[in-house]
């Protein structure tokens, strides 16, 4: 706890700080705090280059950036996030200290020359970084190390954003993906305290400063839920075409990498000429897209603009977050969205800025696929609870049907493109080709789904296992029930109840010979008792027992 207290102090400090370069780069390249609030003026450094100062200055910012990525930490290239979650699932939580750093001055830089990618990547690799610095340093065990990270993850997002809660259940449910009593703890501390310094930097107000809405008519309801689904669909184009224009990229590139992101720069520049709207994050854009600055061709225009200038920016080499530009894109279709309703039933369809909001949440969550995240960070983005409810409805169902229609989200599909399954072993791991049918033991006796609970206090009790399976009368797979689960029912069950182990049993997640024994790991490291049951793959009946010995015997055979 102490430790997570000064991860969470490592990460305000180093908000701060990122959130000072890239006010000062933005500055210094572009001549204004912000250049998409007044897209199209001209530099006053430079004031004989009017607006086509944006030709060069990506060029100036890859000319700085590149080399430093290349040289110091290549892994700060990038988004940031999908390489925070490898190092927790497959490295142990271990991140360079370069990371913080250069990552650092490589987004400062890419975002103050025009780069169209958000902060809440950066910040998050490097609140991690520090995490995982101060975990080596004090000899941390692992898993200590792992929740390190996630704190500098969660206090970054805390203390940059003003989002407390939101940085919390980001780090559980993107960077662990899991939740405990102690990780939780933990992550609440860090964010806790990064809050405060960020808090005493930037002060206490709603990131996004937009309108009060409300639900004004049932048939609203209908309405966002439909939004909901059409936002996964382009979150989940949004994720194709990020990646489709980062192969196009490789593609045509064929010179030094630490080159790369001057060169691409120019093909940047054309972009922010032709819309200087997408400079930098434009948050400005977004809040006058709520408000209903735009109209419906200039909103899809945005949008595609995004998406486009977001991507390039990515491919050319450039290190920022894809958080932010989720939630443009959002915003950009949901205000598109809430104006054509308007026009169609406008005494039904309500404020334009309710559906812009609502878009904001759905498109992340159809892309990232954090519908708990995506929730609580609107909420506290924006201060704004009056329309709390159409917001989880359309996060939900955006989140349904990403997984229904995209194995990969985001953030995993990067990892995936490099041969790397999360859910999978770590290259050269000594469990990793095996399959559970070669590994398995036999079949301890299933249990009668009839079986009573003192006769299954008694199997158990001489049975080597802590938990047994459950078969009903045609030899059907019920379940498991474990000891502990059989113990408590006794303990709480009056005389006159008579219970049976059916009432009992719960099926975990189902283990099939034919998978990969490290994927099999994580249901049996998430069960109550000493093993799971194997099922046969085509009929889902058990056939053999899967436990930690087996495993570890495994481990013994390929040694």
């Not at 890859?62 to 990525?69: A, C, Q």
Request: charged share 10%.
């Amino acid at each position: 706890m102490a430790l997570a207290v000064v991860v969470g102090a490592g990460a305000g400090a180093g908000s701060v700080v990122f959130r000072w370069c890239i006010t000062t780069f933005t500055r210094l390249l572009s001549g204004h705090n912000d250049y998409s609030a007044s897209p199209g003026q001209s530099n006053p450094h430079v004031p004989w280059l009017g607006p086509y100062f944006v030709l060069l200055a990506p060029v100036i910012g890859g000319l700085l950036y590149g080399p430093l990525v290349n040289r110091f930490a290549k892994e700060a290239r990038g988004h940031g996030v999908p390489e925070v979650m490898l190092a927790v699932a497959q490295r142990g939580g271990r991140i360079s200290h370069k990371v913080a750093v250069v990552k650092t001055l490589a987004s400062a830089l890419c975002i103050g020359s025009g780069g169209s990618v958000g902060r809440e990547g950066p910040i998050v690799q490097i609140g991690s970084a520090l995490g995982s610095t101060l975990g080596r340093v004090t000899k941390a065990a692992e898993g200590r190390t792992k929740l390190l990270v996630a704190c500098g993850a969660a206090g970054g997002i805390a203390a940059t954003f003003n989002a407390p809660l939101a940085g919390v259940f980001f780090a559980m449910e993107l960077i662990l993906g899991t939740f405990s009593a102690e990780a939780f703890g933990a992550l609440v501390l860090a964010s806790v305290t990064a809050s405060v310094i960020g808090r005493a930097a930037f002060g206490d107000v709603a990131f996004l400063n937009l309108p009060a809405f409300h639900v004004d008519h049932l048939a609203q309801y209908g309405l966002f839920a439909l939004l909901g689904v059409v936002a996964a669909l382009v979150g989940m184009g949004f994720t194709r075409f990020l990646y489709l224009i980062e192969d196009a990229c490789d593609w045509v590139w064929r010179g030094p990498e630490w080159l790369r992101p001057a060169v691409g720069g120019l093909a940047l520049g054309l972009v922010l000429l032709v819309l200087p709207e997408m400079y930098g994050v434009g948050y400005p854009v977004l809040e006058k897209a709520t408000e209903g600055g735009y109209a419906v061709g200039f909103l899809l225009l945005l949008l595609a603009g995004k998406m486009l200038a977001t991507s390039l920016t990515i491919g050319i080499g450039g290190s920022g977050g894809v958080f932010a530009p989720s939630l443009f894109i959002g915003a950009m279709l949901g205000s598109a969205y809430g104006i054509g309703v308007h026009d169609l039933i406008p005494g039904t369809a309500g404020a334009v800025g309710a559906y812009a909001l609502i878009g904001m949440g759905a498109t992340f969550s159809g892309a990232a696929r954090a519908p708990i995240t995506a929730v609580v960070i609107l909420f506290e983005l924006t201060g704004e609870y009056s329309i709390i409810l159409p917001l989880m409805l359309a996060i939900v169902l955006a989140t349904a049907t990403s997984r229904l229609l995209s194995r990969d989200t985001i953030y995993t599909l990067k990892l995936r493109r490099r041969g790397i399954d999360l859910e999978g072993p770590a290259p050269g791991a000594a469990l990793g080709t095996q399959h559970v049918g070669a590994v398995m033991e036999p079949l301890p006796e299933p249990l009668p789904a009839t079986t009573s609970l003192t006769d299954a206090a008694d199997l158990l009790s001489l049975s080597g296992h802590g938990a047994l399976p459950v078969v009903d009368d045609t030899g059907g797979y019920v379940g498991v029930v474990t000891a502990q689960a059989v113990a408590e029912a006794l303990a709480e069950q009056p005389d006159a109840v008579p219970q049976t182990v059916e009432q009992l049993a719960t099926p975990p997640a189902p283990v099939t010979t034919e998978q990969p024994l490290a994927q099999a790991l994580h249901t049996l490291l998430s069960a109550t008792g000493t093993g799971v049951p194997v099922l046969d793959a085509e009929q889902g009946r058990p056939v053999g027992w899967l436990s930690h010995q087996s495993a570890l015997r495994a481990v013994h055979a390929t040694a």
